[in-house]
């Protein structure tokens, strides 16, 4: 029986009970502006046998190098080389057991309320190797299969499968959860759940069936000539569909988006709800009720972003923006983005992160300078309050000389600073609680970085029932929403009308309705 250590130092106060250790390093996917801010992981080794290496890894943001919040605790599994063997279920006492190559290993009170472990995460490296999940395992798994031809089955909590190298076959289960195809030919079926497939490179196939009331699908072949299929889907959410680069086959039953991709795809559609955006060279079947909007792939964006991350990261991010430059919306998006870049003379940064969650961060070469000056570490706390509608600060040594327009915000009705180094944190593994598909969570993001590239982020709070505090204008015109701020001209064109909310093509709510996905009526 393994147990799991206690990340928290029971003799510290309430602020400071996080403790690194010997083997604490910084994480790669830092926050920029504030240098005072700092993310590291601790790794603590549990069990190393000849089977498997098991880590108790705990992800850390401290304030000034000192532990202030834990963000993620893991367990992680790893094997060498060999055709390993993985299965992971349930045990007594709220435990689960992984058996790897007939060894079995007991995570002991992994379920318990007092548990220090947010989920758990198998490497199996190189090998053919098989990680079969129980199917009434709850508990969230992260797999990666690294080299080889390999197999992976999900249970029951959420799941994210790495393919990796090789021709794999990868299976989700009941509940929410996410494949990469990686590299190789790889068969990827959709459980009932909520679901993501992404082919990334080599020839796919990639099926799905019925699924269970109020979950979605999102299937993206990426590079390859794949073959996709939904045999089934009588919800009212679609099935969203993007053949990506390559030469597809893509057939549907029941509602569906299809979104065709860069080269000629042939396309059959069995239903009047189906929704496709095809190219005129794309070969297009369809019931007489269906919807086919002609577009043309167009090359934009590449100005506008820059990607940092992983392979897999550039990979899955390169996927999304061939779909959006598709998208009657999403080019429109795109195109802005190439625009601003070259007005500011500064791209927004694409860049991985783990967290669960996608984020906009303003950057500006004043904000670097002005953070790069050594400040005190403490402040008095009658002066916390000073600085609160300040990106997030609240210390006054911090916010001395800055103003609401360094941070772009709409200020006396004029555009505030634009972002010169903004950065988009984006995780593809992660969906909004609405599981609209990460796509959306990306766009909502570039929401933000429009805003910042022109200066033109809206100040104050919206009033909304049951929050007494309202919520950020930030956040309502990303989504779409309407906010208490004063009318402003986005466009920046006399003919154009002020509005309180971002214009149409820059929201969130404008890719959904594209989608057919359901709008967003609060934040």
């Known amino acids: ?230 045999t089934k889907n009588t919800l009212d959410n679609p099935t969203i569909l993007h053949g990506g680069k390559g030469e597809n086959l893509i057939v549907t039953h029941g509602k569906a988006t299809v979104y065709t991709g860069r080269d000629k795809n042939i396309v059959r559609t069995h239903s009047d709800d189906s929704v496709i955006y095809a190219k005129p060279t794309d070969e297009v079947h369809r019931t007489p009720g269906s919807t086919l909007t002609h577009t043309t792939f167009k090359e934009v964006g590449h100005s506008g972003y820059t990607v940092e991350g992983s392979e897999e990261f550039v990979q899955t991010v390169k996927d999304d923006l061939d779909l959006l430059r598709l998208s009657p919306t999403g080019k429109q998006m795109l195109a802005e983005a190439d625009a601003a870049a070259n007005r500011n003379d500064a791209p927004t940064l694409i860049k991985e992160t783990k967290v669960n969650n996608g984020s906009y961060h303003f950057n500006s070469l004043k904000l670097r300078k002005h953070f790069s000056t050594d400040r005190p570490d403490e402040v008095n706390p009658k002066d916390k309050w000073k600085g609160q509608n300040f990106g997030g600060v609240f210390t006054t040594y911090d916010l001395e000389g800055l103003t609401p327009a360094d941070w772009g915000e709409v200020t006396y009705n004029r555009p505030g600073d634009v972002a010169t180094a903004g950065e988009i944190h984006y995780n593809p593994s992660f969906s909004l609680p609405d599981v609209s598909g990460p796509i959306v969570t990306l766009y909502h993001e570039m929401a933000h970085a429009y805003n910042g590239a022109n200066g033109s982020m809206l100040p104050g709070r919206t009033r909304v029932p049951h929050k007494l505090s309202g919520e950020r204008d930030v956040e309502h015109q990303a989504v779409g929403l309407p906010t208490d701020a004063q009318p402003f001209n986005f466009i920046n064109r006399p003919s154009a009308q002020p509005t309180t909310t971002n214009p149409k093509p820059f929201t969130e709510n404008a890719l959904r309705e594209e989608l057919q996905l359901p709008l967003r009526k609060k934040y």
């Open 1 to 230: 029986m393994i147990n799991i250590p206690s990340v928290s130092d029971p003799h510290a106060n309430n602020d400071r009970r996080l403790r690194f250790n010997a083997n604490s390093r910084l994480a790669p996917d830092q926050k920029p502006v504030h240098r005072y801010k700092e993310k590291y992981i601790n790794a603590e080794v549990l069990r190393h046998d000849k089977h498997v290496k098991i880590s108790h890894e705990t992800t850390i943001n401290s304030l000034h190098r000192k532990p202030h919040l834990a963000e993620d605790l893991v367990v992680v599994i790893e094997t060498g080389n060999a055709n390993d063997r993985i299965r992971i279920k349930d045990g007594p006492d709220q435990s689960i057991i992984v058996t790897v190559n007939d060894k079995p290993y007991q995570l002991n009170k992994i379920y318990s309320e007092e548990s220090e472990v947010y989920s758990l995460r198998i490497k199996t490296n190189g090998g053919d190797d098989c990680v079969l999940v129980d199917a009434d395992v709850k508990f969230p798994v992260d797999i990666d299969l690294g080299d080889g031809n390999d197999y992976a089955q999900a249970g029951s909590g959420y799941t994210t499968l790495r393919g990796g190298s090789g021709n794999d076959t990868l299976k989700l289960g009941s509940g929410q959860g996410i494949a990469f195809g990686g590299d190789g030919e790889d068969l990827m079926i959709a459980g009932t759940g909520n679901g993501v497939l992404r082919g990334n490179n080599g020839n796919d196939r990639m099926q799905a069936g019925e699924r269970t009331k109020g979950s979605s699908l999102y299937m993206d072949g990426g590079d390859g000539h794949d073959f996709m299929i939904v």
